[in-house]
C-alpha cells in the first residue's frame, strides 16, 4: 500500500530558521497519528507543511495522486486563533469549507451540504447564530464541519481539545474514531494523556520527529524521545480542570 | 419646511444627495470589510498618506484626486508589501506611510506659489461643492466595489474571515488581497469631498458600529450600514445648511449621535 503522504528528511520554519529539522514520515490512508511535544517543538509548523501553508526549508512532502494535491486535505486551527467579533453565520464558516470544490457547487447543492453536515453533527439549530455566539464546544463542531464538508482524505486537526469540557472531548474522540474509517487523522496535542488510548500511533515532536507505534506512551519512553513534557493521569487531569473551573 | 422644499430645487443641492447615496454605498460595502476585518488603522495610514498626492497634484498643477488615488493605491500596496514581503511589523508600516504622505502634501503645498483655495476642502470636506465628473467617478466607484462584491462575495468573505484556512483550500489569496485593499484605497480617496481626509475613516466605521449592534452576519451588515451612512450624511447636509456649519463635520457629528442613540435604546431595551 502506498502512502498518502510521504514526508523526507523535510525541515521547515520561520524567516529561514528551521523549527523542525530531518521530519521522515509516512502517513497512510488509515493511520490515526498522535502528535504531542512541548510549546515550540514543531507540531503545528508540521500541520503547515501537509496542509501546504507553510514551503519546507529542504527535504521534500510527497502528496499521492489520490490525494490531488492539497485538495483532499481538511484542516481545523486551533480556535484561540479565530476572530470572535467577525460578523459571520456558522452557516457561511461551514459553506466556506466548500471552496475547495468551487466552481463545482450551485447554491442549493451547497446549502443542502451544509445543512446535513450540521444536521449530522447536532448543531443544525445554530445555522444563523453568529461565531462569537458559540461556547468552545460548539465553535470546534462549527470548525470540524468546515473542515469535513469537502469529504477530505486526511483531516488535520491542531488541538481540538482546548477550550472544551470533557463531555465534548470525549464525544470528539467517538466521532474522530468513526471517521478514521475512512480517513487519515494527524491530531495535534499539548496532552498525551488525553489522546492515549484514542488515536493508534504517537509521533513526539520536539524538533525531530520520533514516531511510537503504540497508542501509550511511558513517561520513560518520552524522555528516551528527547521529548520534555510530563505525563498526567486522567484522574489528576480532571482534579485539575474541576478546579480551575471553580 | 418651505425652504426645505426649495433647497431641493438647486442643482448643487441634488448633486450634493446624489453624492450621498454613492459615498453611503461605497463606504457601507468597503467600511464593513475594513471593520470586520480589522483594518481600519491601514485606512487611516491610507487616507492621510493621500494628502501627499493631493500636495503634489497642488504644486505641479493637475487635479488633485487623480493626485490623492495615485498615492492611496501606492501607499494600500505599499503597507501590503512592507508588512508581507519586507516583514516591517504591520503598525510600524502604516506608520511609515501615513507620516510620509502627511509630511509630502505639507511640503508640496509649502512649495506651491499663491494661495490654494481648495485644500480646506479636501481635508474638511464640502459635499455642496462636489463636481459632475467628480460624481461620474464616485459612480464608476460604487459599479466597481457591486461587480467586485457580486462576483466575488465569498472568497472575499472568506479570507477575510480566516486567510489561513483560504490558503490550505488554494484560494488566491494575495491577489483578492491586492483587489480589496485597492478598494479600500480608491473608496476613500473617491469620498474625500464628502467629508474630507480628516473624518473619511469615521464614515467608513461609525455607520458599521450601528449597524453591528444589530447583526453579526456580514451581508446583512453591509445593507444596514448603507442606510445608517445615507441617514447620517442626509440628516448631516440638512442640519448643516440649517444651523450654516461645515457640511463633512455635521455629517460625522450625525452619524455619532445615530450611533449613541441605538447604543442607549439597545442597552435599555434589553
Not at chain 1, 530531518?22 to 503547515?48: A, E, Y
Not at chain 1, 513534557?229 to 474541576?242: N, P, Q
Request: proline share 3%; with cysteine.
Amino acid at each position: 500500500m502506498n502512502p498518502l503522504i510521504q514526508i523526507n528528511d523535510l525541515s521547515a520554519g520561520y524567516n529561514k530558521i528551521p523549527v523542525i529539522r530531518h521530519v521522515n514520515l509516512k502517513i497512510f490512508s488509515n493511520d490515526f497519528i498522535g502528535v504531542i511535544g512541548p510549546n515550540g517543538g514543531g507540531k503545528t509548523t508540521l500541520l503547515k507543511v501537509i496542509s501546504g501553508l507553510l514551503q519546507p526549508l529542504s527535504g521534500s512532502i510527497e502528496f499521492d495522486d489520490e490525494l490531488s494535491g492539497k485538495k483532499s486535505i481538511g484542516y481545523l486551527p486551533q480556535i484561540k486563533n479565530i476572530d470572535k467579533k467577525f460578523p459571520i453565520t456558522v452557516f457561511d464558516v461551514v459553506r466556506s469549507g466548500l471552496m475547495l470544490n468551487r466552481g463545482k457547487e450551485n447554491s442549493a447543492n451547497e446549502k443542502q451540504k451544509v445543512t446535513k453536515i450540521l444536521e449530522e453533527s447536532g448543531i443544525a439549530g445554530i445555522s444563523k447564530k453568529a461565531i462569537g455566539e458559540l461556547s468552545g464546544g460548539q465553535m470546534q463542531r462549527v470548525f470540524l464541519c468546515r473542515a469535513l464538508i469537502s469529504n477530505p482524505k486526511i483531516l488535520l486537526l491542531d488541538e481540538p481539545d482546548t477550550f472544551v469540557d470533557n463531555t465534548f472531548e470525549g464525544e470528539l474522540y467517538e466521532r474522530l474514531q468513526s471517521l478514521n474509517e475512512k480517513m487519515a487523522i494527524i491530531l495535534v496535542s499539548h496532552d498525551v494523556s488525553s489522546i492515549s488510548g484514542h488515536v493508534k500511533t504517537i509521533a513526539c515532536m520536539n524538533g525531530g520527529l520520533h514516531y511510537h507505534p503504540e497508542n501509550q506512551i511511558t513517561q520513560e519512553q518520552l524522555d528516551n524521545y528527547n521529548c520534555p513534557i510530563r505525563l498526567v493521569t486522567h484522574a489528576v487531569r480532571r482534579k485539575t480542570t474541576k478546579n480551575f473551573g471553580a | 419646511m418651505n425652504s426645505l422644499t426649495e433647497l431641493f430645487q438647486y442643482s448643487f443641492f441634488i448633486k450634493a444627495m446624489i453624492a450621498a447615496v454613492f459615498a453611503s454605498i461605497s463606504c457601507g460595502i468597503i467600511g464593513s470589510y475594513i471593520v470586520a476585518r480589522r483594518i481600519v488603522f491601514i485606512s487611516g495610514g491610507i487616507t492621510h498618506a493621500s494628502f501627499g498626492g493631493i500636495g503634489l497634484a497642488f504644486f505641479i498643477g493637475f487635479e488633485p484626486l487623480l493626485g490623492a488615488v495615485v498615492f492611496a493605491i501606492l501607499s494600500a500596496l505599499g503597507i501590503q508589501f512592507f508588512t508581507k514581503v519586507a516583514k516591517i511589523r504591520e503598525d510600524s508600516s502604516i506608520a511609515i506611510w501615513w507620516s510620509l504622505g502627511m509630511a509630502l502634501g505639507i511640503m508640496f503645498v509649502f512649495l506651491t506659489p499663491g494661495y490654494t483655495p481648495n485644500l480646506m476642502s479636501y481635508l474638511f470636506g464640502n459635499i455642496l461643492t462636489v463636481s459632475n465628473s467628480e460624481l461620474w467617478w464616485m459612480f464608476a466607484l460604487v459599479f466597481l466595489i457591486i461587480l467586485s462584491f457580486a462576483l466575488f462575495y465569498k472568497p472575499i468573505l472568506y479570507i477575510a474571515f480566516d486567510e489561513e484556512f483560504a490558503r490550505t483550500a488554494g484560494l488566491r489569496v494575495p491577489l483578492f488581497n491586492y483587489l480589496t485593499i485597492t478598494l479600500v484605497a480608491l473608496t476613500v480617496v473617491l469620498n474625500i469631498r464628502v467629508v474630507g481626509i480628516i473624518l473619511i475613516l469615521s464614515l467608513l466605521t461609525l455607520p458599521q458600529a450601528t449597524a453591528n449592534l444589530f447583526t453579526s452576519d456580514f451581508k446583512k451588515m453591509i445593507g444596514l450600514s448603507t442606510l445608517f451612512a445615507f441617514a447620517g450624511t442626509f440628516s448631516g447636509l440638512i442640519i448643516s445648511w440649517w444651523i450654516d456649519i461645515p457640511s463633512g463635520a455635521s455629517i460625522i457629528f450625525t452619524l455619532v449621535i445615530i450611533f449613541g442613540i441605538f447604543r442607549l435604546i439597545k442597552h435599555f431595551g434589553q
